[in-house]
């Protein structure tokens, strides 16, 4: 009996670890279903090279594509248009613990996301380190026990597990930290602090946020943010003052614009971790959407078979009919040709 | 308006300098040299704690990187790695890593050139003070490792707690105490600045005997809120950076105090040029939580006189992350070494 008891609380707890079903579904409804093509054997790796968790993926101008990803160690990789390796970036770095986003600038520079160090890394399109921001915390202070009490107090230089960056049209820098603060830094294109939103409280207000989890930056300078736990995106203008908040579209698990004269924006509710019961029914699927809301359609669904989603928590969407996604739990990156003009409205 | 903004800037500048200042000191022009070091694609720099040159110019660098880890499954936590030791020569080119997988090697603080070429690194975590020869070979050793640490690290942190447990840490011996810098007399005499943990300067003749140690915690003069970086001039008088207590501490070679510097801010990298007629350098380096204060570098007599100053804090080229390490051989052209922006620079000044 006691053993039932503890399986039951345990079963308990887990339902309660997470969202509500239905917080998980997306409000929208009778949105078009785009249809798509994965690429078969996109990325092609070396015999001995394995990807882990695929959580970072970006291309450049010339399509070569980079994946940051949790292996043994975090590594960076680098493929060319094709899929080939060409090499790998960043191999011992001080800067590499526990990847979470990798995004590539107009320049082409590289930009490394790292939650496990706190260091946000601008790499030369090379992969020769050109700016650090944040701190790693000192190795020096020894096995340091792990924190559980309210959140320290942000501070304009150090990150507090960050998650993603982004750039205007003024190589102003973007940064959404993270998971123990709850904010968007803007610093200036030569790494100084310009302003805050949010602070190392979450919440539920326009400009407050609970896990900011990513961001991405349209050519007026406005900051979408995955606003996740609060299950929304927020828009910021170029000075991170509040403007809109979509929370139509699931989860705000990770948010890219596209490039070009006309851009659009992909928002993915991922399906959560943990593959819990009925969740994969009602999430995985990624909306493209135009920058002021409008929904214009989705695709994908939750899997773990090829040309599904397990997790998706990186699109790169340079090319709004080319996504590269990145997926946590099949340690897998797709590239997604989307066929927009055979979209048709489906009721689901 | 928008003209008047670099006004303003300044005139915020100049109100943000030090009640203490009396005269303003003198700007160096100066220039930063375009990638001094062409590293592998295979190597990265980490935190940049010492740069260091010997008399042929080439060029040493002490680094935190890699990654520090603990091992599991032990019968104690045992924990290994995270710095690296490499050679560049007068060009910049990549030469070779000198201690790979060293025990010695966790958290990297500085290296400096004695005038016979040894390389010397100090290791704060390992509390290691290492004399390799010119080969890169292991030459002498001052203190000693924690066998093993503590899980978790007792809040109440000290000599117990850091250097874990180690007999001695902090006693008057060569047991350190996250040390931070070596530096040599005329007669070989060696000079440990100990450091973070203690607050101490302990002194050992050539062959490592120890000799004396001098200082403890404390704000008076002769002690050390922080022992951060040392250097002996050609008379043997010995230059203590104080960091805590922003200071420059000047001892005679058997440990009594003559003076101190209070007008430069946070000493925490020094360096004393060679010659005759020799100059310090001291770098008022800003926390590494912050670029919009400090980061300047001192040019000083030995007397404590102010020649001038370069720099600030920040993450450009001729800005300054938190430098930990400067390298004064040639009196005009320093080699930086930099936490906050894991790299260094080559300076020209002019």
């Not at chain 1, 403007?243 to 490039?259: F, I, L, M, R």
């Not at chain 2, 203590?240 to 801010?265: C, H, L, P």
């Not at chain 2, 925490?268 to 008022?284: E, R, W």
Request: glycine share 10%.
């Amino acid at each position: 009996m006691q053993r039932c008891l503890a399986s039951l609380s345990a079963v308990a707890l887990m339902l309660c670890a997470g969202p509500a079903l239905a917080q998980l579904k997306a409000k929208a409804e009778n949105v078009p279903e785009i249809p798509y093509d994965s690429v078969p054997n996109f990325l092609k790796l070396p015999a001995g090279e394995y990807l882990g968790e695929a959580v970072g993926v970006a291309t450049n101008s010339k399509g070569h594509t980079f994946v940051y990803h949790r292996s043994a160690t975090t590594r960076l990789f680098e493929f060319d248009q094709n899929g080939n390796f060409l090499k790998e970036i960043g191999k011992g770095y001080y800067g590499f613990e526990f990847a979470h986003s990798v995004r590539v600038d107009a320049e082409d520079n590289i930009w490394t996301v790292d939650e496990g160090s706190n260091v946000v890394t601008k790499f030369s399109p090379e992969g020769k380190v050109l700016m650090v921001l944040g701190r790693r915390p000192p190795a020096v202070l020894g096995p340091v026990a792990t924190y559980t009490g309210p959140n320290l107090p942000a501070q304009k230089y150090i990150f507090c597990r960050p998650t993603d960056v982004g750039w205007d049209p003024q190589e102003d820098i973007f940064i959404s930290d993270g998971y123990c603060n709850n904010r968007v830094v803007k610093y200036d294109k030569n790494g100084r602090f310009l302003a805050q939103v949010g602070s190392e409280k979450a919440g539920k207000e326009p400009g407050q946020f609970n896990l900011p989890h990513g961001l991405s930056v349209d050519g007026q300078g406005n900051v979408y943010v995955a606003d996740r736990s609060n299950f929304r995106y927020q828009v910021l203008d170029n000075n991170l003052k509040p403007k809109a908040v979509y929370d139509n579209v699931g989860v705000g698990w990770t948010v890219c614009v596209s490039q070009g004269p006309h851009q659009y924006l992909f928002a993915s509710n991922s399906n959560p971790n943990g593959n819990r019961p009925g969740s994969w029914a009602i999430t995985g699927e990624i909306y493209k959407m135009e920058l002021d809301g409008t929904i214009l359609g989705r695709f994908g669904h939750a899997s773990k078979e090829f040309g599904g989603f397990q997790v998706v928590h990186m699109m790169d969407c340079r090319n709004p009919n080319e996504i590269v996604v990145g997926e946590i739990e099949s340690w897998r990156v797709q590239k997604l040709i989307l066929k927009p003009q055979a979209a048709k409205a489906v009721t689901r | 308006m928008k003209c008047h903004l670099p006004l303003l800037l300044t005139a915020a500048v100049l109100a943000a300098a030090p009640a203490g200042a009396q005269t303003p000191v003198p700007e160096i022009a100066f220039d930063s040299a375009p990638n001094p070091l062409a590293l592998p694609d295979d190597i990265y720099l980490g935190e940049t704690a010492g740069v260091a040159t010997n008399s042929k110019g080439d060029v040493f660098v002490f680094t935190r990187t890699g990654h520090p880890t603990v091992s599991l499954g032990t019968s104690r936590t045992f924990a290994h790695g995270g710095s690296r030791l490499f050679e560049f020569d007068r060009t910049g080119k990549f030469v070779r890593e000198i201690g790979q997988n060293s025990y010695g090697f966790m958290y990297a603080q500085q290296v400096r050139i004695d005038p016979q070429d040894n390389i010397w690194v100090v290791d704060q975590q390992t509390n290691y003070v290492i004399k390799f020869d010119p080969e890169g070979r292991v030459a002498m050793l001052l203190g000693r490792k924690a066998e093993a640490v503590t899980v978790p690290t007792p809040a109440a942190r000290g000599p117990q707690a850091i250097a874990g447990g180690a007999p001695g840490a902090g006693e008057q011996t060569d047991l350190f105490d996250r040390p931070t810098d070596v530096a040599w007399d005329g007669a070989g005499n060696i000079y440990v600045a100990d450091g973070l943990g203690n607050a101490r300067v302990a002194k050992f003749n050539k062959n490592g005997v120890f000799i004396k140690s001098w200082g403890a915690k404390g704000t008076e003069q002769g002690n050390f809120g922080t022992a951060r970086s040392i250097a002996v001039d050609a008379r043997g008088s010995v230059y203590v950076g104080d960091g805590a207590n922003k200071r420059i501490e000047v001892f005679d070679s058997d440990g009594n105090f003559k003076t101190q510097y209070t007008n430069v801010g946070n000493p925490q990298a020094l360096c004393i040029t060679p010659g005759p007629n020799q100059f310090l350098y001291s770098s008022n380096s800003n926390p590494p939580n912050d670029i919009d204060v400090a980061g300047e570098i001192y040019k000083m007599r030995l007397d404590g006189s102010i020649v001038g100053k370069f720099g600030r804090a920040g993450k450009l080229p001729k800005e300054f992350g938190t430098v930990n390490a400067i390298d004064c051989r040639n009196e005009n052209t320093l080699y930086v070494g930099e936490i906050g922006n894991m790299r260094v620079q080559k300076l020209t000044l002019r």
